[in-house]
C-alpha cells in the first residue's frame, strides 16, 4: 500500500490542551465585520456575520479588546473573562433553532433534513489522527452534537463509519467497518461504502469534527470556540484564533523562509498567509512543508496527459475544468459537472506540469456560488 495514501491510525496520548491565546485571530472568509478597532468584546460575541446563508457568524474566542480588524480577521487582546449570554437551544426547534445556530457560528448548510445520517469517524487525510482521537477521548461532547444534529435534521437512521479494527460508538448509531485508504476517508465515498449507492437520496454526511463543533455549542449554548488537530506525531486541543506560530511553537517545529504551513491536510489544505494567522474552528491538522520539498506549482497550460482523469474518483475531467477555471468558463464548468467533484486533490498530486488544479476548481466553484446568490 502506497504510504501516501495509508491511514494513520493510532492517535497516540490525549490531546495537548494549549493555553489561551494572549491575543486571538479569528479567521474571516465570507464574513463582514461588525466591530472596529478599540471596541470591548465578550467570550462569545458577534464580531463579524455571514453572509452567504449557509455559513455561521463569527464570534470572539476570548473576552478583551478589538485591535485588528480587516477582512482577513479580527483580533482580540484577551482581557478579563465576560461572557455572552448562552442561547437555551432546548427550547427551539425547526428554522428558529438552525437560525439559532448560524447566529451561533455554526456552518448549517451541511445540517440539511435527511432520512439517515453517515456519521464519517475516519481520519480524513493521511497523517491526521485528530478525527479518532476525538471519538476516544470527547465522546461526551460528540454525542451532544450528534444528538443536536438529529434534532436538525430529522435522521431516523444513523450510521457510524469507523476504520476497520476500530473500537469506537455513539448512542443510536449503528458501526460499520469501511475501508480507510484515501480518497476513501472523504464523506461522498464513505456514503458510498455505507449505503452501496452513489449519492443515494435522502442520505447526508457529517465529520467527527462537524460533531465536536456542534457538541460544544450544545453543551454551552455558546459558539464553539476549540478544535483539535494533528501537527506531526502529537494532538492538540486550540482556542479558536491561536496564531498558527504558537501551535508550531507547542509542537517545537520552525517555519523558516520559504516553507509553507498548510492547515488541515497535505491533499486538501490551504497555506496559512502567515504565522500570525488564527486557526479557525474544524480545522483537524498542521504541516510544515520545507522550501524545495515539492516542484513549485506553476501556471503552465494543461498538456492534456490525461493522468488526472484516470486517477479522479469523481470520474470527471479535472484538467478541463480547471483550465474552464482559469479562463471564466463557468456554464461550460457546470456542464462537465463540477459539482461532482469532491475536492480530493488528486489531481493537482498527479499533475506533471504542477498546475494549482484544486485551487482552480474551488475558485470557479466559489464564482457560482456568488453568482447564485446574486441572482
Same mark, same amino acid.
Given at each position: 500500500?502506497?504510504?501516501?495514501?495509508?491511514?494513520?491510525?493510532?492517535?497516540?496520548?490525549?490531546?495537548?490542551?494549549?493555553? %489561551?491565546?494572549?491575543?486571538?485571530?479569528?479567521?474571516?472568509?465570507?464574513?463582514?465585520? *461588525?466591530?472596529?478597532?478599540?471596541?470591548?468584546?465578550?467570550?462569545?460575541?458577534?464580531?463579524?456575520?455571514?453572509? &452567504?446563508?449557509?455559513?455561521?457568524?463569527?464570534?470572539?474566542? %476570548?473576552?478583551?479588546?478589538?485591535?485588528?480588524?480587516?477582512?482577513?480577521?479580527?483580533?482580540?487582546?484577551?482581557?478579563?473573562?465576560?461572557?455572552?449570554?448562552?442561547?437555551? $437551544?432546548?427550547?427551539?426547534?425547526?428554522?428558529?433553532?438552525?437560525?439559532?445556530?448560524?447566529?451561533?457560528?455554526?456552518?448549517?448548510?451541511?445540517?440539511?433534513?435527511? /432520512?439517515?445520517?453517515?456519521?464519517?469517524?475516519?481520519?480524513?487525510?493521511?497523517?491526521?489522527?485528530?478525527?479518532?482521537?476525538?471519538? *476516544? @477521548?470527547?465522546?461526551?461532547?460528540?454525542?451532544?452534537?450528534?444528538?443536536?444534529?438529529?434534532?436538525?435534521?430529522?435522521?431516523?437512521?444513523?450510521?457510524?463509519?469507523?476504520?476497520?479494527?476500530?473500537?469506537?460508538?455513539?448512542?443510536?448509531?449503528?458501526?460499520?467497518?469501511?475501508?480507510? %485508504?484515501?480518497?476513501?476517508?472523504?464523506?461522498?465515498?464513505?456514503?458510498?461504502?455505507?449505503?452501496?449507492?452513489?449519492?443515494?437520496?435522502?442520505?447526508?454526511?457529517?465529520?467527527?469534527?462537524?460533531?465536536?463543533?456542534?457538541?460544544?455549542?450544545?453543551?454551552?449554548?455558546?459558539?464553539?470556540?476549540?478544535?483539535?488537530?494533528?501537527?506531526?506525531?502529537? /494532538?492538540?486541543?486550540?482556542?479558536?484564533?491561536?496564531?498558527?506560530?504558537?501551535?508550531?511553537?507547542?509542537?517545537?517545529?520552525?517555519?523558516?523562509?520559504?516553507?509553507?504551513?498548510?492547515?488541515?491536510?497535505?491533499? *486538501?489544505?490551504?497555506?496559512?498567509? !502567515?504565522?500570525?494567522?488564527?486557526?479557525?474552528?474544524? %480545522?483537524?491538522?498542521?504541516?510544515?512543508?520545507?522550501?524545495?520539498?515539492?516542484?513549485?506549482?506553476?501556471?503552465?497550460?494543461?498538456? &492534456?496527459?490525461?493522468?488526472?482523469?484516470?486517477?479522479?474518483? !469523481? *470520474?470527471? @475531467?479535472?484538467?478541463?475544468?480547471?483550465?474552464?477555471?482559469?479562463?471564466?468558463?463557468?456554464?461550460?464548468?457546470?456542464?462537465?459537472?463540477?459539482?461532482?467533484?469532491?475536492?480530493?486533490?488528486?489531481?493537482?498530486?498527479?499533475?506533471?506540469?504542477?498546475?494549482?488544479?484544486?485551487?482552480?476548481?474551488? $475558485?470557479?466553484?466559489?464564482?457560482?456560488? &456568488?453568482?447564485?446568490? !446574486?441572482?
Amino acid at each position: 500500500m502506497n504510504r501516501m495514501f495509508s491511514p494513520s491510525t493510532d492517535p497516540g496520548p490525549a490531546a495537548m490542551a494549549l493555553p %489561551v491565546p494572549v491575543r486571538a485571530c479569528v479567521p474571516l472568509a465570507g464574513h463582514a465585520p *461588525r466591530v472596529s478597532c478599540g471596541q470591548a468584546v465578550t467570550k462569545g460575541q458577534l464580531v463579524a456575520e455571514a453572509l &452567504e446563508p449557509g455559513l455561521g457568524d463569527a464570534h470572539a474566542p %476570548v473576552a478583551g479588546k478589538v485591535d485588528q480588524v480587516d477582512k482577513w480577521s479580527v483580533c482580540v487582546v484577551a482581557q478579563g473573562e465576560a461572557r455572552a449570554e448562552p442561547v437555551d $437551544l432546548a427550547a427551539l426547534e425547526g428554522g428558529t433553532l438552525r437560525a439559532a445556530l448560524r447566529s451561533l457560528g455554526v456552518d448549517i448548510a451541511p445540517l440539511a433534513i435527511t /432520512n439517515t445520517l453517515v456519521i464519517n469517524g475516519l481520519n480524513p487525510e493521511p497523517g491526521v489522527t485528530s478525527t479518532e482521537l476525538l471519538l *476516544r @477521548d470527547f465522546a461526551p461532547t460528540l454525542q451532544a452534537g450528534l444528538d443536536l444534529a438529529r434534532r436538525v435534521m430529522g435522521a431516523s437512521v444513523c450510521v457510524l463509519a469507523l476504520r476497520q479494527g476500530m473500537a469506537a460508538s455513539l448512542a443510536g448509531c449503528d458501526t460499520r467497518s469501511v475501508p480507510a %485508504v484515501y480518497p476513501r476517508t472523504l464523506d461522498p465515498l464513505v456514503i458510498k461504502a455505507v449505503t452501496g449507492k452513489e449519492n443515494p437520496e435522502g442520505v447526508a454526511a457529517l465529520s467527527v469534527h462537524e460533531l465536536f463543533c456542534l457538541g460544544q455549542v450544545a453543551e454551552s449554548g455558546l459558539p464553539c470556540d476549540r478544535t483539535v488537530l494533528t501537527v506531526g506525531e502529537c /494532538n492538540f486541543l486550540v482556542v479558536v484564533g491561536t496564531p498558527v506560530s504558537e501551535v508550531l511553537a507547542a509542537a517545537e517545529l520552525d517555519a523558516r523562509d520559504g516553507d509553507r504551513v498548510v492547515l488541515d491536510g497535505l491533499f *486538501r489544505g490551504f497555506t496559512a498567509r !502567515s504565522l500570525g494567522q488564527g486557526v479557525d474552528k474544524g %480545522v483537524y491538522g498542521l504541516s510544515v512543508v520545507p522550501a524545495g520539498a515539492h516542484a513549485p506549482v506553476t501556471d503552465a497550460p494543461c498538456m &492534456e496527459c490525461g493522468r488526472c482523469v484516470r486517477i479522479c474518483p !469523481s *470520474r470527471v @475531467d479535472p484538467g478541463l475544468l480547471s483550465g474552464c477555471a482559469e479562463f471564466g468558463l463557468l456554464k461550460q464548468a457546470v456542464d462537465n459537472y463540477i459539482d461532482a467533484c469532491m475536492e480530493c486533490g488528486l489531481c493537482a498530486y498527479v499533475c506533471p506540469t504542477h498546475r494549482p488544479v484544486l485551487q482552480y476548481i474551488r $475558485l470557479a466553484k466559489q464564482q457560482l456560488r &456568488e453568482v447564485a446568490e !446574486s441572482v
